[in-house]
């Protein structure tokens, strides 16, 4: 049976381990609007991977801290 | 909320109201049979028409701060409005078929009212389309 990948992400905790960074803040910092920062601490958004590094660059940490490959199935 | 979908709502608002005030002029004028005799019912819908036409674009025109997932799901509309077009056609098509095939001939001002009924579906579909990919979330592959 073919397994489903799922990106899942950090996002929210991140920003609360960086000096409880706002939404607002992130997204001007990763160049998105908090919209999409909302909707990608939902699940609801899987980013470009020129977002991804955005965001990550944003908080000084690098991809795989931010993102994580999943495979269910 | 964001502004694109922001935006999207209003129009979707809008366009109802569009549709339901054509569908008023329609009644209160009588309907089909009197389109083809009134030239001022014809001015009137053709008013409404293109008015909320202009009206939509106003509205939708500059739609606020846009980033990639924004844009994805603009992207993404045309296929909710590819299938509100062909669904619309299909009942035109039934309705028309059934209601004159007795006739052997369609009235002429229906493929007029069927291309703006279509520019109407199509503009709401848009509205419709980008919300719809906010409410199911949208992904880069």
């Known amino acids: 049976m073919a397994s489903v990948a799922r990106i899942r992400n950090r996002i929210r905790r991140l920003r609360f381990d960086h000096d409880e960074m706002t939404q607002e803040e992130l997204a001007k910092r990763a160049g998105c609007t908090r919209q999409t920062i909302i909707a990608l601490e939902q699940g609801k958004y899987v980013p470009s991977i020129e977002l991804a590094f955005g965001i990550a660059k944003a908080f000084g940490v690098t991809l795989e801290e931010v993102f994580q490959y999943e495979e269910t199935g | ?141």
């Open chain 2, 1 to 141: 909320m964001a502004p694109l979908q922001k935006r999207a709502w209003y129009g979707l608002g809008m366009g109802v109201i569009w549709v339901i005030a054509i569908v008023v002029v329609f009644i209160l004028k009588g309907g089909i049979g009197t389109f083809n005799e009134d030239t001022g019912f014809r001015l009137i819908y053709s008013g409404l028409f293109i008015g909320g036409l202009l009206a939509y674009f106003l509205i939708m025109r500059k739609p606020g701060q846009v980033d990639e997932r924004d844009r994805l799901i603009m992207g993404r509309s045309p296929v909710v409005q590819l299938w509100a077009v062909i669904i619309s056609v299909v009942i035109w098509m039934i309705a028309l078929t059934e209601s004159y095939w007795d006739e052997g001939h369609i009235p002429v001002v229906f493929p007029y009212l069927i291309s703006n009924s279509l520019f109407i579906v199509n503009t709401l579909a848009h509205s419709v389309g980008i919300l719809i990919g906010y409410q199911r979330g949208v992904s880069h592959g």
